[in-house]
C-alpha cells in the first residue's frame, strides 16, 4: 500500500477511487435530497418573490431550467467522474500544474465556504427564534448581526463542521436521514401558506392572484422590479454552475459504480430547486397577506407556517447544504496544502464559513452570488473537459503537467483567467446578471485551452 493511500482516510484524495470503495445510486440520491431540498430554498425562493418574478414564469422557467441543469450532471460530469476517478483537485494538477492549481483551490474553497456560510446564518435564524433572538440583516454587506446572533452562528458552525469532517460516508448518511423528512415539510409549508391566504380551491391557486398581491405589495414599498422567464431559466440551470459546468461534482461522482448515479441530482432540483424553492416563495406572500412583513427571514417564514416542526427544519435544512459543501472546500484546502489531512482542511473549511455566516446580508445576495462563483471556478471544467475528450484528437498531450513536470500550464492560465476577468468585469461595472456570464466564460475557456496548447505543445505520437 502506497504512502498516499494509507494516508487517505478512505477518501482517496490523490489517487482513483478503487472498485471496492465505489457507492450504489442510493447514496447519490439522499445526498442531493438532502443538499437541493435544503438551506438555500428558504432563501432563494423568497428573493424571487422579491425580485418579482411572476408565479407563471417561476412555475416554466424553472421547469426548463432543471432539466437542463440534470443533463449537465449527468452527460457532462459523470462520464469523466467515472473516467477517470479523481477528485477535481488533483485532476486539474494533472492538467494545470501544483502551482496554478493551488491557487485556484484556494479561490475555489473560500467561495465554497461563503456559500455554506450563508447556510450557518440560515440555520442560525431558525434556531434564535424560540429564544428571542432576531435575524436582522445589517444595510452592510459585511455588517455583525447582534452579538447574541453571533453567538449562535458559532454554535451552529461547529457541528456543521463536525459533520462534514467525517467525510463523504458521513455526508451522505446524514443527508439520506434528513431528506425524505424535509421534502415533506417543505411541502406542508406551501400548503399551509395557501390556505393562511384562502388559497384554497384550484381556480384561485392557478389564478395566482395571492402572489401577485405580494408582488404589488413589495414594489410599491422597495421600487419595481423584474425577473422574467429566461432569467429565471438561466438561474436554475447555472445556480449550480460551479457544480457541474465547473466539474467540482467530479470528488462527489467519482466514487459511483454506474453511471446511473448521474441522474441523482434530479431529485434535489425537482424536489428542492422546484417544488421547494415555490414553497418557501409562498411562506413569504403568506407573511406579507398576514402582517405586510416582507422580511425574508428563513427561520420566521417557517414559525408562522409550521411552528415547531417549520424550525426544526430550518435548522437541519441549512446543515444539509454546509455540510457537503464544507467537505468540497476542505478537499480544495487540501489541494493547497498537500501535507495536511482532509480532515483538518475540513475544519478550517468550517470556521472560515462560520465567520462569513456571521455576516447576515451575505445570505440575502444569493441570486447574483451564486451566478458569479460559477463565473470564477465554472470555467476551469472547460479545461477538464477538452483534456479529457479533445486533447488526444487533435494530437495533443492530455495531462500535460503531470508528463512534463510544469508546476504551471501557461495554456490554462490565460484560458481561465481571461474570460473570468472579462465576466466579472460584465458583472460589476457593466451590470449583467452573473449568471448569464458562466456559459460564455466557460465555452470561451475550453477554446482559448485547445488554441494555446495546439500553439505550445508539441504533437504527441498517438494522436
Known amino acids: 500500500m502506497s504512502e498516499e493511500t494509507s494516508n487517505s482516510g478512505g477518501e482517496f484524495e490523490r489517487e482513483p477511487v478503487p472498485d471496492n470503495a465505489l457507492l450504489g445510486s442510493g447514496k447519490f440520491w439522499g445526498m442531493y435530497a438532502g443538499e437541493h431540498a435544503a438551506g438555500t430554498e428558504f432563501m432563494i425562493g423568497p428573493l424571487f418573490l422579491a425580485a418579482g418574478a411572476s408565479l407563471q414564469d417561476l412555475i416554466l422557467g424553472l421547469l426548463l431550467g ?28 494533472r492538467i494545470a500544474g501544483g502551482s496554478l492549481v493551488k491557487f485556484y483551490n484556494l479561490i475555489n474553497g473560500l467561495l465554497f465556504c461563503f456559500l455554506a456560510g450563508a447556510m450557518i446564518t440560515v440555520s442560525a435564524s431558525a434556531v434564535g427564534i424560540p429564544f428571542g433572538i432576531n435575524y436582522e440583516v445589517p444595510a452592510e454587506t459585511f455588517g455583525l448581526g447582534a452579538p447574541s446572533f453571533t453567538m449562535l452562528v458559532v454554535l451552529v458552525g461547529v457541528v456543521i463542521a463536525a459533520v462534514a469532517a467525517g467525510g463523504y460516508s458521513t455526508v451522505a448518511r446524514f443527508a439520506n436521514i434528513a431528506a425524505p423528512w424535509m421534502i415533506i415539510i417543505f411541502a406542508a409549508c406551501g400548503i399551509v401558506s395557501l390556505a393562511q391566504m384562502g388559497a384554497t380551491s384550484w381556480p384561485a391557486i392557478s389564478e395566482g392572484k395571492f402572489w401577485s398581491d405580494a408582488i404589488e405589495f413589495v414594489q410599491a414599498k422597495d421600487g419595481a422590479q423584474e425577473f422574467g422567464f429566461w432569467k429565471i431559466v438561466v438561474f436554475a440551470w447555472l445556480c449550480n454552475g460551479a457544480m457541474h459546468f465547473g466539474m467540482a461534482d467530479l470528488s462527489i461522482f467519482r466514487f459511483a459504480k454506474s453511471p446511473a448515479s448521474g441522474w441523482a441530482p434530479s431529485i434535489g432540483m425537482f424536489l428542492g430547486h422546484y417544488m421547494a424553492w415555490i414553497a418557501a416563495g409562498l411562506l413569504l406572500a403568506a407573511q406579507i397577506k398576514l402582517s405586510q412583513d416582507t422580511t425574508a427571514n428563513p427561520g420566521a417564514l417557517a414559525w408562522g407556517a409550521l411552528g415547531w416542526t417549520g424550525i426544526l427544519c430550518v435548522v437541519i435544512a441549512g446543515w444539509t447544504t454546509a455540510n457537503p459543501t464544507i467537505y468540497r472546500a476542505g478537499l480544495a484546502f487540501q489541494g493547497v496544502f498537500t501535507k495536511s489531512s482532509r480532515i483538518a482542511m475540513t475544519l478550517v473549511a468550517g470556521t472560515i464559513a462560520t465567520i462569513a455566516g456571521a455576516f447576515p446580508n451575505l445570505s440575502a445576495q444569493l441570486l447574483g452570488f451564486v451566478g458569479t462563483y460559477g463565473t470564477v471556478l465554472g470555467p476551469m471544467g472547460a479545461v477538464i473537459f477538452v483534456d479529457y475528450w479533445l486533447m488526444k484528437r487533435f494530437g495533443l498531450q492530455d495531462e ?37 456570464a458562466v456559459i460564455p466564460c466557460w465555452v470561451a475557456c475550453g477554446v482559448i485551452y485547445l488554441a494555446l496548447s495546439k500553439a505550445l505543445q508539441r504533437p504527441t505520437s498517438n494522436a
Open 66 to 93: 432543471n432539466i437542463l441543469a440534470v443533463l449537465t450532471w449527468r452527460y457532462l460530469v459523470t462520464p469523466i467522474a467515472i473516467g477517470k476517478r479523481l477528485t477535481l483537485y488533483y485532476q486539474l494538477e
Open 400 to 436: 500535460y503537467a503531470q508528463e512534463n513536470g510544469s508546476s504551471i500550464n501557461v495554456a490554462v492560465l490565460v484560458a481561465w483567467l481571461l474570460p473570468v476577468i472579462v465576466g466579472l468585469y460584465l458583472i460589476f461595472w457593466q451590470g449583467i446578471f452573473a449568471a448569464y
